[in-house]
C-alpha cells in the first residue's frame, strides 16, 4: 500500500481544524499530521513533518495567509489547499491566493459550518487528492512576476467561429493565460471552470481588468457577442443554444453531472449540437474526467479540439483522459494555446472568404 497522504491544516479556527481532521481521517490514503493555529506555528510543523499538502485558512492573526503563502511558495513551494469564506472579499483573497501558487480552493458555508462542511468531505478529499498530485509552481513563476504576454495581433479573425473552454484545478490561471494575449476582435468564448458561486463574478471580473476582451459572468438569456468571454456561474450549467442566426446563453440549475456544477460535459454538449464544426473546444488542466466525452462529441460534430499537454497543467485529469478518448485534434502546451486558436481563427476566416 502506498503511504498516505501526509496533511497540515492551518486555521485559527478549532472547530474548522477539528472538522478538517475527521474529514481526512476518515479517508483510507490520507492523514492529518499537524494542525496549526496560525503561519507562525505551521512554520515549525513543515520542518518537522514534510507534509504532501498544507490546507491554508486565507485569513487569520498573527501573519496574513496571502503572505504566508507567498513566502512559502518562494523558499518551499509546496501543494496548497486554500480553505476561504463565501463572501466578495474571501474570493477576491482567494483569486489572488491562486496567483501566487495554491492548486485550489474549499469555501466555508455561510451558515450550518460544522454540517456544511461534513458535507463537502468528499470534494475536499478529491481535492486533496488532486493537490498531492499537483505541480506547485515556484513564486517566482506566479503570473504577476512574469512581463505581461504581448497580444496576437489577428486583423482578420472569423467572426463565425466560438471558442468553448472547460477547466478545473488550477484552471484559473490557466484561464487567465489563455485569454490575456488575444485581440480584442477575437470571436465569442464561452467557458466553464469548476467553482461554486460567489466565485465567478469576482473571477470575471478580474479577468476583464487584465484582458483586451470583455469578460463577464454569464446572464441567461443574453445574446453571444463576438469580443466577448462569458464565465458560467457557481452553481449552474451554461449551454450555447441558438435564437434564430444569433447564438445565445441558457442557464439552469439541474443536477450535478460527474458530481459537477456547473459541468463541462453539458457546455461541450451543447456546442456540440449548436455549432458544430464553427466551434473550437478546449480543455484545461484539471482533476476527474467532466469534459472529456464533451470534447469527443465536439469533435465528432466537426469542431477543431484542443487538449492542454501534461507538462503545463497543474493536474493532468481531464486533459487525459479526453486524450485517451480521442477527443483532442491537438495536445498543446499551455502558453502555446492562445496563439494556436489565433491560427485557426484565421484559417478559417480565409476559408470561408475563398
Not at 474526467?289 to 477543431?304: C, F, N, S, Y
Amino acid at each position: 500500500m502506498p503511504s498516505p497522504i501526509k496533511v497540515l491544516c492551518v486555521d485559527d479556527s478549532a472547530l474548522i481544524r477539528d472538522l478538517m481532521t475527521k474529514i481526512i481521517d476518515a479517508q483510507p490514503d490520507m492523514k492529518v499530521v499537524a494542525t496549526a493555529p496560525d503561519p507562525l506555528v505551521a512554520r515549525d510543523l513543515i520542518k518537522r513533518h514534510n507534509p504532501d499538502v498544507l490546507t491554508l485558512d486565507v485569513e487569520m492573526p498573527r501573519m496574513d495567509g496571502l503572505d504566508f503563502l507567498e513566502r512559502l511558495m518562494r523558499l518551499r513551494p509546496m501543494p496548497v489547499l486554500m480553505v476561504s469564506s463565501l463572501t466578495q472579499r474571501g474570493s477576491e483573497i482567494t483569486l489572488k491566493a491562486l496567483e501566487l501558487g495554491a492548486v485550489d480552493f474549499v469555501a466555508k458555508p455561510e451558515v450550518g459550518i460544522r454540517d456544511g462542511m461534513l458535507e463537502y468531505a468528499g470534494m475536499i478529499a478529491d481535492k486533496i487528492r488532486a493537490a498531492a498530485q499537483s505541480r506547485p509552481r515556484q513564486q517566482q513563476q506566479a503570473a504577476q512576476h512574469q512581463p505581461p504576454r504581448e497580444v496576437i495581433r489577428a486583423p482578420m479573425l472569423s467572426s463565425e467561429k466560438i471558442v468553448i473552454i472547460g477547466a478545473s484545478t488550477g484552471g484559473t490561471e490557466a484561464i487567465r493565460q489563455v485569454l490575456e494575449p488575444l485581440p480584442a476582435n477575437s470571436p465569442a468564448i464561452l467557458i466553464t471552470q469548476h467553482m461554486p458561486g460567489g466565485f465567478t463574478r469576482s473571477f470575471a471580473e478580474r479577468l476583464d481588468r487584465l484582458c483586451r476582451v470583455t469578460v463577464k459572468e454569464a446572464e441567461n438569456g443574453e445574446r453571444v457577442l463576438p469580443g466577448h468571454v462569458y464565465i458560467a456561474p457557481g452553481d449552474w450549467h451554461m449551454q450555447l443554444k441558438r435564437s434564430g442566426a444569433n447564438y445565445v446563453i441558457a442557464l439552469d440549475d439541474g443536477p450535478p453531472v460527474n458530481r459537477h456544477r456547473p459541468s463541462v460535459d453539458v457546455l461541450f454538449d451543447s456546442a456540440a449540437q449548436c455549432a458544430g464544426r464553427n466551434a473550437l473546444g478546449v480543455i484545461l488542466t484539471g482533476m476527474g474526467r467532466d469534459g472529456a466525452a464533451g470534447l469527443v462529441k465536439m469533435r465528432e460534430a466537426g469542431a477543431h479540439t484542443v487538449a492542454q499537454d501534461e507538462a503545463s497543467c497543474v493536474v493532468f485529469g481531464m486533459p487525459k483522459e479526453a486524450i485517451a478518448l480521442g477527443g483532442a485534434d491537438e495536445v498543446i502546451a499551455l502558453p502555446d494555446i492562445a496563439r494556436h486558436l489565433v491560427q485557426q481563427m484565421q484559417s478559417s476566416g480565409r476559408a470561408q472568404r475563398v
